[in-house]
Structures are given as C-alpha cells and as structure tokens.
C-alpha cells in the first residue's frame, strides 16, 4: 500500500466529507506512516474541539488495521483509554503506564509496588497516543513518562510514534506547556519532528453550542499569542446545549440528569476549580440528590486519588491509575486503625476497550481521603500509619527494622486505595474524559483568576461535554452581560 492509497482509504472511511485542511492532514500523516525504516521521528498532531481529530484517529486506526498493519491505541488515563476506544470503534486501548512499565515486587518502600520498563516487542508498529498534552514529563514518581514513552517505543523494530493532543487545554500540573506537543523538548530527546494542526470546525459540528463557546475561548487564546496586554474577560454563551443553572436549582436538575441518563450518575459530572469546592459539591449531591446516608455504599462513584500498583496481579490488574473512575459494588466492613480509617470494599474498574466488561476486585480503601478537601493524605496521617505498622508493637513488632521494611510493601493497610468521591472534581481530574452532562461550576470565580489559565481551564471544561454543558451561577460578565 502507498501513502496515497491509505490516504485515500483513511478519507473514504470518514462520516463526513472531509475539508480541506483535514485532507492535507491526512495525507501528511499516511506519508508519515509509510516512510522506511530509518530516523527516529514522531507526527505531532494538535487538533482543537471540533475539528475533526477523534474522527480522522479512527479512521487511520481501522485503515491501518484492515492492511495488516499493526496498531497501538495508546492514552494517559483509564478513561481516556476507554474514550479513545469507543471512538476507535472497538479498536483496544491501553493506558501509557500499563503498556510501557512492568511490575517489580522489589520497589521502593512506600512506592506502591513501583514498576520497572517493559520490553517493545512490536515491530512495524505504528503507536498512537490520544490526550497527549496530558502528559507530564515528570510523573511525580521520579519518572520521566514523556521520555520512558519514547524509548520503550523506538526499541521496537521500525516502530512510529503519533501524538494527538490540543495545546489549548490544560497542561499537565505544574507545566506551562505540554512537552509533549513541544517540538523542543521533542527534539531534544533525539526525534525529528513532524507537526500539523487543524483548527478549522468541522462542518457537522457548527451547530453545537458546546463547540460554539470552545472555539471563542481558543480563538481568543491564540490571539494572545501575539499580543503584551491582558486577555479580557471570558465570554460564553447560552444555547440549546448551554444552560445557565442558578445555584439554587442544581439539585433538581442533577437529579434529572441522573435519572434520564443510561448510566446514571456515570453520565455526568460537575467540574470546579478547587478539591475544597469538590469535597462540598460531593457531599451535597450524596445528601441532597442521591439521599445516602453512610459514609461508604454500593452504588457509590470514587475517583482514584494516588497511583496503584499492585504488588500481584489481580484479576488481570497490575495498576490503577491517578484519575481512574471505579464504582463500589460491595461494601464488606469499615474499621479504624492506626490513626485512619479504612473500609473492604469490591470495586468495578471500567473496560479501557469499548465492549470489554468491567474488572471487579476487592481491595482495602482509606475512608478520611473520601470527603478530604485536601488533594492527598496529610504527610501527619502517613507518619500515625507508618509508626504504627513500624512499632515493636505492632503486626511486624518481632520482626527485625529491614523485614518490617520489607514486609511493608505487602501491607493491605499501607497499600490501600487512596479514593474520592467522584461527583464532583477539579478540572485536571476531568481532563481526558467526556459525558453526556457536564456541570461546570463558576461561582466564585476570584479576580485574580482572571487570565489565560482561566481561560485553558474553561476551555478545558466546556470540551468534556458531549450532549449538553450546565454554566452553575456565572458571573454576568461571563455571560456578556
């Protein structure tokens, strides 16, 4: 097959007649995937909301598959994984760290069952990362997950590397940039570097209020660019699929959410600004729309706060990431130890494959990271556990100080789940996942937080929204008014 010849497959494959600019991107990247065997490169690809990149991914990805060509669906998060899967149109998906790392029993104390690099052996492989400008080039493990991305691909035999992202969203925590979608720092870990960017709305998506607003806030972003003074205030606007709520009326209208939606609560989500205002946001929707009254129950939705690794596989898990949704199928027994409290919980993981069913598995939780309006554990509450497993008198007390070091590292109360509930969260906890009802919470919106990372963080929010986007109590200049 010729670059030509998958080009044009790619183009027949397409819903929609293609523009332009999705035409030239399209033949740059079949012309990508076909080059020979050679130089180590990478096709950068920064697509905005609505212009078509989820469409054009998946349509490479079934091409590329129906001639023989192997396919590596690659993304940051569990969720993102499953998102890239679906619009794949089944094609597997897996997570970054689950791909490129292999277990190792032996790793550090306190790193959860740190991991070890995997070996590539793929060959002719061509490897696509959605939701790139995700990615960190620091895990806050120590790891350099941009980097170890790109050895663990280019030790395979004539591999390639695509990454799709858009520079407009959020960069990873503590960056102001994506390094993935930066051709410097691409560069710089010896890759040449092909870009390509579509920023024009695709046609079957002009009429969607939710793109309509995007495409001002990154219109205005990119015009910043350019310009020394401040950006103006953000301007959104009301639609059919853009509905101003006042405070007082969101209960009623989560509550018909939930109960409209196929999934439930698993169909939407409320987005805000701080994990002080998703703790509050998270304990009014269990009291006042879901009326739950113990801490923990069956049905509950929790986020995953802090990397997992599992020091064993269990039921074909060997980790679970920062960001991964699970939903609490049983709830076994709570108690409290060592200065926290825990529960035994069994827990359902979504697939990260469009039709594959959820993995359930029972494991221990921390129940005082629940309702938290801090982002983790406080260092104190680590410390009460650690010297109270470590203690002469405690479980490992006849034990010489290496052993119970080691033995650590199996702990089932060291090594719990780190959870929230998952209701309501910040803005990068969002980040690469979509629902149909997307709850963006600006209230309180300070002065100061006026600017471009306001902007991103619009931006960012408004495009996790399929079907319909909830403005909760806008500022009226927000709202142009």
Same mark, same amino acid.
């Given at each position: 097959?010729?670059?030509?010849?998958?080009?044009?497959?790619?183009?027949?494959?397409?819903?929609?007649?293609?523009?332009?600019?999705?035409?030239?991107?399209?033949?740059?990247?079949?012309?990508?995937?076909?080059?020979?065997?050679?130089?180590?490169?990478?096709?950068?690809?920064?697509?905005?909301?609505?212009?078509?990149? &989820?469409?054009?991914?998946? /349509?490479?990805?079934?091409?590329?598959?129906?001639?023989?060509?192997?396919?590596?669906?690659?993304? #940051?998060?569990?969720?993102?994984?499953?998102?890239?899967?679906?619009?794949? !149109?089944?094609?597997?998906?897996?997570? @970054?760290?689950?791909?490129?790392?292999?277990?190792?029993?032996?790793?550090?104390?306190?790193?959860?069952?740190?991991?070890? #690099?995997?070996?590539?052996?793929?060959?002719?492989?061509?490897?696509?990362?959605?939701?790139?400008?995700?990615?960190?080039?620091?895990?806050?493990?120590?790891?350099?997950?941009?980097?170890?991305?790109?050895?663990?691909?280019?030790?395979?035999?004539?591999?390639?590397?695509?990454?799709?992202?858009? &520079?407009?969203?959020?960069?990873?925590?503590?960056?102001?940039?994506?390094?993935?979608?930066?051709?410097?720092?691409?560069?710089? %870990?010896?890759?040449?570097?092909?870009?390509?960017?579509?920023?024009? &709305?695709? !046609?079957?998506?002009?009429?969607?209020?939710?793109?309509?607003?995007?495409?001002?806030?990154?219109?205005?972003?990119?015009?910043?660019?350019?310009?020394?003074?401040?950006?103006?205030?953000?301007?959104?606007a009301a639609t059919p699929d853009v509905v101003v709520v006042d405070g007082e009326d969101l209960p009623e209208i989560l509550t018909t959410a939930y109960d409209s939606?196929?999934?439930?609560?698993?169909?939407?989500?409320?987005?805000?600004?701080?994990?002080?205002?998703?703790?509050?946001?998270?304990?009014?929707?269990?009291?006042?729309?879901?009326? !739950?009254?113990?801490?923990?129950?069956?049905?509950?939705?929790?986020?995953?706060?802090?990397?997992?690794?599992?020091?064993?596989?269990?039921?074909?898990?060997?980790?679970?990431?920062?960001?991964? @949704?699970? &939903?609490?199928?049983?709830?076994?027994?709570?108690?409290?130890?060592?200065? %926290?409290?825990?529960?035994?919980?069994?827990?359902?993981?979504?697939?990260?494959?469009?039709?594959?069913?959820?993995?359930?598995?029972?494991?221990?939780?921390?129940?005082?990271?629940?309702?938290?309006?801090?982002?983790?554990?406080?260092?104190?509450?680590?410390?009460?556990?650690?010297?109270?497993?470590?203690?002469?008198?405690?479980?490992?007390?006849?034990?010489?100080?290496? @052993?119970?070091?080691?033995?650590?590292?199996?702990?089932?109360?060291?090594? /719990?789940?780190?959870?929230?509930?998952?209701?309501?969260?910040?803005?990068?906890?969002?980040?690469?996942?979509?629902?149909?009802?997307?709850?963006?919470?600006?209230?309180? @919106?300070?002065?100061?937080?006026?600017?471009?990372?306001?902007? !991103?963080?619009?931006?960012?929010?408004?495009?996790?929204?399929?079907?319909?986007?909830?403005?909760?109590?806008?500022?009226?200049?927000?709202?142009?008014?």
């Amino acid at each position: 097959m010729t670059d030509c010849e998958l080009a044009a497959n790619v183009l027949l494959e397409l819903p929609y007649h293609a523009n332009e600019q999705q035409v030239a991107v399209v033949s740059a990247m079949a012309r990508f995937c076909m080059l020979p065997p050679g130089e180590e490169r990478v096709f950068v690809l920064n697509g905005y909301a609505g212009t078509g990149k &989820t469409s054009l991914t998946g /349509a490479l990805v079934r091409v590329l598959e129906a001639n023989k060509r192997p396919v590596v669906l690659l993304a #940051p998060t569990g969720r993102a994984a499953k998102v890239s899967s679906i619009n794949a !149109r089944g094609h597997a998906a897996s997570t @970054i760290h689950r791909k490129i790392y292999r277990h190792n029993p032996d790793g550090a104390l306190g790193d959860f069952g740190a991991h070890l #690099p995997a070996d590539n052996h793929h060959r002719n492989t061509v490897f696509i990362v959605d939701e790139a400008s995700m990615i960190g080039a620091d895990d806050g493990r120590g790891d350099n997950l941009l980097e170890d991305l790109v050895t663990y691909v280019f030790a395979g035999d004539n591999c390639k590397l695509i990454l799709i992202g858009d &520079t407009a969203q959020l960069p990873p925590v503590g960056a102001d940039r994506s390094p993935a979608m930066n051709s410097d720092v691409l560069r710089s %870990l010896g890759l040449k570097v092909t870009r390509a960017t579509l920023t024009e &709305t695709a !046609r079957q998506a002009a009429d969607s209020g939710i793109l309509l607003n995007a495409t001002r806030l990154r219109k205005v972003m990119a015009a910043a660019r350019h310009t020394d003074g401040p950006l103006p205030t953000p301007r959104l606007a009301a639609t059919p699929d853009v509905v101003v709520v006042d405070g007082e009326d969101l209960p009623e209208i989560l509550t018909t959410a939930y109960d409209s939606a196929e999934n439930g609560p698993a169909d939407s989500i409320l987005i805000t600004r701080s994990n002080r205002r998703a703790a509050e946001f998270n304990a009014a929707i269990r009291t006042n729309v879901l009326y !739950r009254e113990d801490e923990i129950t069956r049905g509950d939705m929790l986020i995953i706060s802090r990397n997992h690794y599992f020091t064993k596989k269990t039921n074909g898990l060997d980790f679970v990431a920062n960001g991964d @949704i699970v &939903t609490v199928e049983k709830v076994y027994g709570t108690e409290a130890k060592y200065g %926290l409290r825990f529960a035994d919980v069994s827990l359902s993981l979504p697939s990260a494959t469009a039709d594959g069913e959820p993995v359930v598995f029972d494991m221990k939780i921390v129940l005082d990271t629940l309702g938290s309006p801090e982002a983790s554990l406080p260092q104190e509450k680590w410390n009460m556990l650690y010297y109270g497993l470590m203690d002469d008198l405690g479980p490992y007390g006849d034990l010489p100080p290496e @052993i119970r070091r080691r033995r650590l590292r199996y702990d089932p109360y060291w090594t /719990a789940l780190h959870v929230k509930y998952a209701y309501a969260v910040t803005c990068h906890k969002a980040q690469g996942g979509q629902w149909h009802n997307v709850f963006v919470d600006l209230s309180y @919106i300070p002065d100061d937080a006026l600017g471009l990372s306001l902007y !991103r963080w619009l931006y960012t929010a408004v495009t996790r929204a399929r079907t319909t986007l909830y403005l909760i109590a806008p500022p009226e200049a927000l709202l142009g008014k």
